[in-house]
């Protein structure tokens, strides 16, 4: 066993902003009209409620095992203990596909935003790619964002954490003010004029639209597994990370719900597709002035940082815990000795960020659906894991145990299970599964993996895939 490496600098407020900001990005501000649109207003809270069913049942297997195991990488630790290097080389490429794809989302996102807010901000025409025109101003907004935000995480993770805190503070006001304003203006007739898609109850397309929403939501509630990822630098009980990460899932769910029934109360869902930010719309309707819409703005911009934010850190630390099992090059173990920060993994996920804007937004969007395959395959593999080490070593020091842990276990691999094949398999009556343009980027990351795989394990050989245990801190294990 070794000590930690990092700094136990994270108390109990900044892991929910870290694990909630995560899960709360730009998308609940962009895509409101989308859901309803596809859903229906009824049909797309069930789709969230749905999505969020399933990733909390996943999310109980992590919170055992991040109690479990506190060490960094979570993913990493998990299916390593459980099914050797290999399995766990995949599980975590898998996850860290799924970080990096939001942080590139949430950089095209920020010069979107901003074109909302002045019109004439596109300047400078510079090519097209699948029907989008980048400017180099769109481009150079999204590379500017990508360095600060980058900046802050080289800063430490306790810097990242007052960054998430102050723009979750703002998120939660401006959605609490658009379901506030809605529940007294609105109206149940707007609500009823479109509850489901589809004819009647037994139309496939109704449970179409929903299927189409919930396989989406693992991308929207990814974030509560950023808490394994930092659990070294966490300075609180171990039985109360597994709480907490159930908590920030349950808040997100709530949150999610609540802005779909706030945006379908007020707004007719025709008036949904002649509006480019339909929960904007919303709300200058909910308040009757124009400017509320900006306020909203502000709100998805906040939730934008806080998602790229988390993911940095997240993604960051999985590579970092690969780079120190030798699973990827050393470079990327690398830690600011005063930081304690993953330097060079840092700068690996900051640098995508700030290349993906000038490839346009539509092949971003292919990106997204890729990575959440990458997410929905580690959730199966955590998952298994879980079952795995519950036989496997049923004496381990489990300081939050999940109750009837065989039936939660089984039910997560079949929940996440049957998301991985949703992404794969073409369902007649839902658009669930990759199209090809995204299959070509699950496969260049498959590739991207192979290499590093394959060079890691040429160039350490019998050190390839080691693993370190932490020492853990016995005040944390004693403490309730």
């Known amino acids: 066993m070794e000590k930690s490496k990092f700094n136990k600098v994270l108390g109990m407020s900044d892991v929910l902003v870290i694990a909630f900001g995560a899960m709360i990005g730009w998308a609940w501000v962009v895509s409101t009209g989308d859901w309803i649109s596809t859903a229906g207003t009824i049909g797309a809270i069930f789709s969230f409620i749905i999505g969020g069913i399933m990733v909390f049942f996943v999310s109980l297997t992590y919170a055992e095992l991040t109690s479990a195991m506190p060490q960094c990488g979570g993913e990493h630790v998990f299916s390593y203990r459980a099914m050797g290097s290999n399995a766990s080389f995949v599980c975590t490429w898998a996850i860290v596909l799924g970080y990096a794809s939001v942080a590139a989302f949430e950089a095209c996102a920020m010069p979107t935003v901003i074109t909302y807010i002045f019109p004439n901000f596109l300047q400078g025409y510079m090519y097209t790619i699948a029907g989008f025109d980048v400017y180099a101003s769109w481009v150079a907004v999204a590379v500017i964002a990508a360095i600060i935000i980058t900046y802050i995480n080289l800063r430490g993770v306790k810097t990242a954490a007052i960054l998430q805190t102050v723009f979750t503070v703002l998120i939660a006001a401006a959605g609490i003010a658009l379901v506030a304003a809605s529940a007294v203006n609105g109206n149940g007739n707007t609500l009823m004029s479109y509850p489901f898609a589809g004819a009647d109850f037994t139309d496939c397309s109704k449970l179409g639209g929903i299927l189409t929403i919930a396989v989406m939501t693992p991308f929207y509630f990814v974030g509560f597994d950023v808490i394994p990822q930092v659990a070294e630098e966490i300075n609180i009980p171990y039985k109360k990370l597994g709480k907490?990460?159930?908590?920030?899932?349950?808040?997100?769910?709530?949150?999610?719900?609540?802005?779909?029934?706030?945006?379908?109360?007020?707004?007719?869902?025709?008036?949904?597709?002649?509006?480019?930010?339909?929960?904007?719309?919303?709300?200058?309707?909910?308040?009757?002035?124009?400017?509320?819409?900006?306020?909203?703005?502000?709100?998805?911009?906040?939730?934008?940082?806080?998602?790229?934010?988390?993911?940095?850190?997240?993604?960051?630390?999985?590579?970092?815990?690969?780079?120190?099992?030798?699973?990827?090059?050393?470079?990327?173990?690398?830690?600011?000795?005063?930081?304690?920060?993953?330097?060079?993994?840092?700068?690996?996920?900051?640098?995508?960020?700030?290349?993906?804007?000038?490839?346009?937004?539509?092949?971003?969007?292919?990106?997204?659906?890729?990575?959440?395959?990458?997410?929905?395959?580690?959730?199966?593999?955590?998952?298994?894991?879980?079952?795995?080490?519950?036989?496997?070593?049923?004496?381990?020091?489990?300081?939050?145990?999940?109750?009837?842990?065989?039936?939660?276990?089984?039910?997560?691999?079949?929940?996440?299970?049957?998301?991985?094949?949703?992404?794969?398999?073409?369902?007649?009556?839902?658009?669930?599964?990759?199209?090809?343009?995204?299959?070509?980027?699950?496969?260049?990351?498959?590739?991207?993996?192979?290499?590093?795989?394959?060079?890691?394990?040429?160039?350490?050989?019998?050190?390839?895939?080691?693993?370190?245990?932490?020492?853990?801190?016995?005040?944390?294990?004693?403490?309730?």
């Open 244 to 480: 907490i990460m159930l908590l920030s899932i349950i808040m997100a769910v709530v949150f999610y719900a609540l802005v779909v029934f706030g945006v379908g109360y007020i707004l007719p869902v025709g008036d949904m597709a002649g509006s480019d930010l339909p929960t904007a719309s919303a709300m200058e309707l909910a308040f009757g002035i124009p400017a509320m819409a900006k306020v909203m703005v502000i709100g998805g911009i906040a939730g934008m940082i806080t998602s790229w934010n988390s993911f940095i850190i997240g993604g960051s630390r999985a590579m970092f815990s690969m780079a120190e099992s030798k699973m990827l090059p050393e470079a990327f173990a690398k830690l600011n000795p005063k930081t304690k920060a993953p330097t060079n993994a840092i700068l690996f996920i900051g640098i995508a960020s700030a290349i993906a804007p000038f490839f346009g937004r539509k092949m971003l969007v292919w990106i997204v659906d890729a990575g959440s395959l990458g997410v929905c395959v580690a959730y199966l593999m955590v998952s298994l894991s879980f079952l795995i080490l519950r036989k496997k070593e049923p004496e381990m020091n489990r300081p939050y145990r999940v109750k009837h842990g065989k039936l939660v276990g089984v039910l997560a691999v079949i929940m996440s299970g049957f998301f991985t094949v949703l992404y794969i398999v073409p369902l007649p009556f839902a658009s669930t599964a990759l199209v090809w343009q995204e299959w070509i980027v699950a496969g260049l990351w498959i590739a991207l993996g192979v290499v590093f795989f394959a060079y890691c394990k040429k160039k350490f050989g019998a050190e390839f895939g080691r693993h370190i245990d932490v020492m853990l801190d016995e005040s944390l294990m004693e403490k309730d």
